[in-house]
């Protein structure tokens, strides 16, 4: 007798399976976080309620968590963008933190009124991201070098660069902890008045619509996502493959370069030795999820956003470290992972007498 | 001055085991075609395990058991999903550095700042008390805890297992080439399986080290990027365990010179011409700070030479590494 | 030989989603013959094969052996049971000697405790031949020195030529199918199945194999060839096994059949290969190359001082064996691959090692050889693979922005000219659910409604069924007469006799020979395919051949 697991191809995925795979991935990771509160003596649902009713219900949990969001969106992009092109940004970290010391930097030596300020300083920040990015895009688009290695070993670079920049050239002048001096009331980001939300956020979502309107409708789109889709035919197709590459990776590296300055800018107030957000992590679960359009990322970092302000409000509620929603957002790649390989396959069991494991086979080509 | 080189080298020593650990670890797994960027995540599992054993049962030995099978465990998972599922492995990884951030630094909360008694340092049985005579190196190499040992031991085994048992020989042909050796019966996902779990052990050795030899504390994030290191150690080494230990010295070299030279500046005598252009470049390059980045810089530009240098036979990367395999499927 | 039926299939039946591979096929083979697999592309032979090296399991069907019932679940199934196999695409690991790549997966120990019976005895002999022993000595032990010897020992007393101790990336092709055929020596197979083996080869190359095929069978191996090679079927096998379109038609004596006999087997009605071909008057030169040297994928030159020239309204074929240079000469007059010196005009402009968009912009057309590789983006729709070559101009993009309604109705022109079939709707199907004839029509009408100035094919009836073939044929010859310079390369000699105006033969990266259709000797071109003169065995000719002969 022999457990058999028989695994079919799918030649389409069904609908429920389409659109329910991002809300099943989060339920099972919602399940799966249950237990690990549970260890703690806490009620699962209690922290539920507490982590998402009331951060969505009040105004205070709705306004930290859009605050929160802004970051997000824009690294949720400065993954998304080049995972179009089948290329990973998982640098995003560095860039993001690049981006916040130049624009940081910007803000402290330049006088200028706020609403010169911000835009050269965001504008300063994402060319700083971009340029963080610019040699592993030209390693990977001229000599095939893996981005993924690549951009993580400029995270480590830009870490490093941070720790030295907090202790001698931004050091603020009157102290002597690893930080820079405030920035200016007219380098911070406002709140939009009377609604009091960041105004960070429309930025964020007019980027969203930007690159909605890039991939879907312009000429640019068509290439990138040919060049994502098959990029020996692309190159058969007249793209070329060095300035694609290229822009969808610098273009991910300057969102991520406004990621860090609009935290730095909107939040942080300065720049700190321990400014280790990690949203360049997280934005590889959020490109994930929402890896079927830009609007889906923009929802997707919301969710994100929601689950760590929630996420620090148990902690101070309940004393449940805030690490649970590291735990979480590891719970949802797993899931969303495993998800994607039951959307290819559909599983059989069955036992049998003898085993004649059929597994799936190659449809064309050489028959 | 000797007493400052002595010092040095065993700062570096020191800081090398647990990039050796790991990076043998990283490097089998590699070799077999399976990218593990969850080295990070393994490590603190096995660094929290560890250290929680040995408090509870006061014995260190049974923690780096428990903490090198807690690095295995989580590498089980990194199996499944990318040699079973076909997942994308870099995706995977960081997921697991992820959940072993979030595992340990939660569940390791009401040990963070505790101490345990774990390894202290021994002299070798007979020889030892000739060697730790040596001059510099004696004292740094041969007055080590056990782990440390291990850790030079293993090279030379990774190497024979590599290089001198069938099984090494497999591992690498499907690292190389999953389809041939399929081809050839070789159980392609069996020797990945074994490949990506012997990198937990290795790995959740590492991390037990940490808490239990070099630090013998508990603090969350104590791995402090070491996994890192050993992913980037792996492409300087190009995939040969004796590189390992050279680039595991190099890099634990920059790590120690971070601590001990605080208070050392080299300056250029003030009254010649160039001084006061060279001498803020050369306290930039010589600043502590910066110089933590030289082990990144060096290892990409090993990465770059590596593969634009390769006639492409010769390319040291293993063939098919990142790219899962299926039978049946193109 | 004797009549038993040393290898038996019956009833194999394997399906792949959305094509029956092998529909209840039933084969036997006798002990000590040369059996052939003959079936045109996409026949079946390679899956049934793969099925009796434990590739792939059947949905239904026995194996037998040798009068045993074979459970296959692995290759390493196959291989226990005696079977060997020489695929079509070289199953060796570069980076490893070619001793090491032929123990690959034996493994056996060091010679200490090679389980050596009768001679020895006592507790040494007791100790090692202990079987927990052997598993951990099997495992953790390499045992490469006696081995190697006798490799080396087997190659030399077939004349093969090969040092043993090299890594596989110094040799050339020649020379990796005897490593592989030393593979299956080494295993003692009883039954080694070749699949294709003379399709990089040159005509000499294929008959040394035929020769230590026959040496081989003398000995008692038996042999199956897979093929679609009608005059290798007649050259060297005992017997025929036909099958067409999944289903075997029947097993013959080769003796007594004629090519033409087998070509109706597999075919399966007459096929009329002659296309209406009128005389066109040839017009301006679209391509002139002058001394073109470009190197291969691995570096090395693969195209050696071609000249050649085609003018407007001709078909110049391209007749060559695999791996002489043609594909990289194709990648080069697209712009797809970089010169090394020499220069290429398109209608008099110089485009000499210009991007691949000038060279679409000059009006050149591409089929390449591997069309889902190179051709189209699987995973994108019909409409998206339409516009690929085009999408750039005024028709569909308007400054930034494309307009994807004119977008979806050029891919419904394209679709309802060329008859691509199982498409209901250009913006859902994917370009990777078509079956290969539909793809490759979808291809070629990308290529050739842009109206180009030259037209390169590789290959644009591989992998093809035979309706297709035939509508591709007529296009070709339509768009030569619409004033198109057309390129064709193709394998099939017979193709391009019926198809060229001018036939050129490629050898080793040089245009050997030119000629007509009606002056052309099948012959001599077929010499000229092989340099000309025959091959003499020297050490130095393995440096020539490793150099030369491409993968």
């Not at chain 1, 929160?68 to 995972?83: E, Q, W």
């Not at chain 1, 690049?98 to 402290?108: D, P």
């Not at chain 1, 679960?285 to 890896?291: D, H, K, N, S, V």
């Not at chain 1, 079927?292 to 409000?313: D, E, K, M």
């Amino acid at each position: 007798m022999k457990l058999n697991v028989e695994l079919t191809p799918r030649s389409n995925i069904p609908t429920w399976m389409a659109y329910g795979t991002p809300v099943f991935t989060i339920l099972a990771a919602l399940i799966v976080s249950g237990f690990a509160l549970f260890s703690l003596g806490v009620n699962p649902l209690a922290a539920y309620n507490i982590m998402f009713v009331q951060t969505l219900t009040t105004s205070f949990g709705i306004t930290n968590t859009l605050v929160k969001a802004v970051p997000l969106i824009f690294a949720g992009l400065a993954v998304y963008l080049p995972l179009k092109a089948r290329l990973w940004n998982i640098g995003a970290e560095g860039q993001l933190i690049i981006g916040a010391i130049v624009g940081t930097a910007v803000g402290l030596s330049v006088s200028l009124p706020i609403y010169a300020l911000l835009p050269l300083m965001f504008i300063t920040g994402g060319i700083a991201g971009a340029m963080w990015i610019a040699v592993p895009a030209w390693l990977r688009a001229r000599y095939g070098i893996n981005e993924i290695i690549t951009t993580l070993l400029f995270v480590f670079i830009a870490q490093s660069l941070l720790n030295y920049v907090v202790r001698g050239p931004l050091q603020a002048a009157e102290s002597n902890f690893p930080q820079s001096a405030s920035l200016p009331t007219a380098a911070t980001l406002p709140s939009i008045p009377i609604i009091g939300f960041p105004s960070g956020v429309l930025l964020a979502i007019v980027l969203v619509a930007v690159t909605y309107a890039i991939i879907n409708y312009t000429r640019l789109g068509y290439e990138i996502t040919f060049m994502g889709a098959n990029d020996n035919a692309a190159e058969h197709a007249g793209m070329s493959k060095l300035k694609i590459y290229l822009i969808a990776l610098m273009a991910g590296g300057a969102m991520a370069g406004f990621a860090g300055i609009s935290e730095i800018s909107g939040v942080e107030g300065r720049l700190r030795a321990s400014f280790d957000p990690g949203y360049g992590f997280t934005a590889v679960p959020i490109a994930l999820l929402g890896r079927n359009g830009a609007f889906r990322v923009l929802l997707a970092a919301l969710f994100f956003a929601v689950l760590f302000i929630g996420g620090s409000s148990i902690e101070t509620s309940l004393g449940v470290p805030s690490a649970i929603t590291n735990v979480m957002e590891a719970l949802i790649i797993l899931f969303l992972i495993t998800a994607e390989f039951f959307k290819n396959y559909s599983v059989g069991l069955s036992l049998d007498q003898t085993p004649t494991p059929s597994a799936p086979g190659d449809p064309e080509g050489d028959v | 001055m000797s007493g400052f080189v002595t010092g040095l080298a065993n700062a570096t020593v020191n800081a090398s085991t647990v990039l050796i650990l790991a990076g043998l670890g990283e490097l089998i797994s590699e070799r077999s075609g399976v990218l593990n960027l969850g080295v990070e995540g393994m490590m603190l599992v096995g660094a929290l395990s560890g250290f929680v054993v040995t408090s509870i049962t006061g014995s260190p030995w049974l923690g780096l058991c428990i903490g090198i099978l807690a690095g295995g465990a989580m590498a089980l998972l990194h199996a499944f999903l990318c040699v079973s599922l076909n997942s994308d492995q870099a995706v995977s990884g960081i997921m697991l550095t992820l959940l072993g951030v979030g595992l340990t630094t939660y569940f390791g909360n009401p040990w963070t700042g505790d101490s345990v008694s774990g390894f202290s340092e021994v002299t070798l049985p007979i020889i030892g008390s000739f060697l730790v005579e040596i001059p510099i190196i004696g004292s740094a190499l041969f007055n080590s805890t056990p782990t440390d040992y291990i850790a030079l031991l293993l090279i030379p085994v990774v190497w024979l297992f590599l290089y001198k048992t069938n099984i090494g020989l497999e591992m690498i042909s499907v690292g190389e080439d999953p389809e041939t050796a399929d081809t050839m019966g070789i159980d392609v996902f069996k020797m990945r399986y074994l490949a990506v779990i012997i990198g937990g052990l290795f790995a959740g050795a590492a991390g037990a080290h940490l808490s239990l030899a070099f630090n013998q504390i508990w603090s969350s994030g104590m791995t402090a990027g070491n996994g890192w290191i050993a992913v980037a150690l792996v492409i300087f080494a190009r995939w040969e365990p004796g590189r390992i230990l050279v680039g595991a010295y190099l890099f634990g070299l920059l790590n120690a010179i971070q601590l001990y030279s605080q208070g050392l500046k080299f300056t250029l005598a003030p009254e010649t011409a160039l001084s006061g252009l060279l001498n803020p470049m050369i306290e930039f390059v010589m600043n502590p700070t910066i110089m933590s980045t030289y082990p990144y810089i060096v290892t990409l530009l090993v990465l770059v030479i590596t593969v634009v240098r390769a006639e492409n036979r010769q390319l040291a990367q293993p063939s098919a590494l990142v790219q899962s395999y299926s039978r049946e499927i193109d | 030989m004797s009549d038993d039926k040393f290898v038996r299939m019956e009833n194999i039946t394997k399906t792949f989603p959305g094509v029956v591979a092998n529909d209840s096929v039933s084969m036997s083979v006798k002990k000590g013959e040369i059996h052939g697999l003959l079936g045109e592309n996409g026949a079946g032979k390679s899956t049934l094969m793969k099925i009796l090296y434990g590739l792939y399991s059947a949905d239904e069907g026995d194996i037998w052996l040798d009068n045993n019932r074979l459970e296959m679940d692995s290759p390493q199934d196959a291989i226990d049971a005696g079977i060997g196999m020489v695929h079509q695409h070289f199953k060796l690991i570069p980076r490893l000697s070619v001793s090491k790549n032929i123990i690959l997966g034996k493994r056996e120990p060091i010679a200490a405790f090679k389980d050596n019976s009768g001679s020895e005895s006592g507790v040494l002999h007791s100790l090692t031949s202990n079987n927990i022993v052997q598993g951990l000595a099997s495992r953790f032990t390499l045992g490469l020195d006696t081995p190697e010897k006798q490799i080396q020992q087997l190659s030399d007393n077939y004349g093969f030529n090969i040092d043993v101790t090299v890594p596989v990336w110094e040799l050339g092709v020649g020379e990796r199918q005897r490593v592989e055929i030393l593979k299956a020596l080494y295993r003692d197979v009883d039954l080694l199945i070749l699949d294709e083996p003379t399709a990089v080869l040159t005509p000499t190359q294929a008959e040394r194999l035929f020769e230590t095929l026959k040496t081989l069978t003398d000995e008692g191996l038996t042999v199956i060839i897979i093929t679609h090679k009608l005059d290798e079927i007649k050259e060297v096998t005992d017997r025929v096994t036909v099958l067409r379109d999944g289903r075997d038609i029947g097993t013959v004596e080769t003796s007594e059949q004629t090519s033409d006999d087998l070509a109706r087997m597999m075919v399966g009605r007459e096929v009329l290969f002659n296309v209406d071909k009128d005389d066109v008057s040839v017009g301006e030169t679209v391509l002139n190359v002058s001394s073109l040297r470009t190197t291969n994928d691995r570096g090395i030159e693969a195209v050696s001082g071609v000249d050649m020239s085609i003018r407007s309204g001709e078909i110049v074929g391209l007749a060559g064996v695999s791996g002489n240079g043609q594909k990289e000469l194709a990648e080069s007059l697209v712009g797809v691959r970089e010169t090394l010196g020499g220069s290429i005009e398109i209608t008099g402009d110089d485009v000499t090692n210009e991007s691949p968009n000038a060279f679409i912009n000059n009006g050149v057309s591409f089929v390449p050889e591997d069309r889902h590789r190179d051709g189209c983006a699987g995973t994108l729709s019909i409409m998206h693979n339409a516009v690929m070559k085009r999408y750039a101009d005024s028709e569909f993009s308007d400054g930034f922005k494309l307009n994807y309604e004119a977008m979806e109705e050029y891919a419904d022109t394209l679709v309802e000219e060329f008859d691509v079939r199982g498409i209901n709707d250009v913006r859902e199907i994917n370009a990777g659910e078509l079956s290969g004839g539909n793809l490759q029509k979808l291809i070629l009408a990308r290529e050739m409604l842009r109206e180009p100035d030259l037209l390169v094919a590789n290959q644009p009836t591989r992998g093809v069924d035979v309706g297709a073939i035939e509508f591709i044929r007529e296009r070709l010859v339509a768009q030569r007469k619409s004033g198109t310079g057309v390129l064709l390369l193709s394998e099939d000699l017979d193709e391009l006799f019926d198809l060229s105006d001018r036939i050129l033969t490629i050898y080793q990266g040089e245009i050997v020979h030119e000629t007509t259709p009606e002056e052309a000797d099948r012959q001599r071109i077929s010499l000229e395919m092989n340099g000309g003169k025959e091959e003499v065995k020297q050490p130095t000719q393995i440096a020539a051949d490793g150099g030369r002969s491409g993968f």
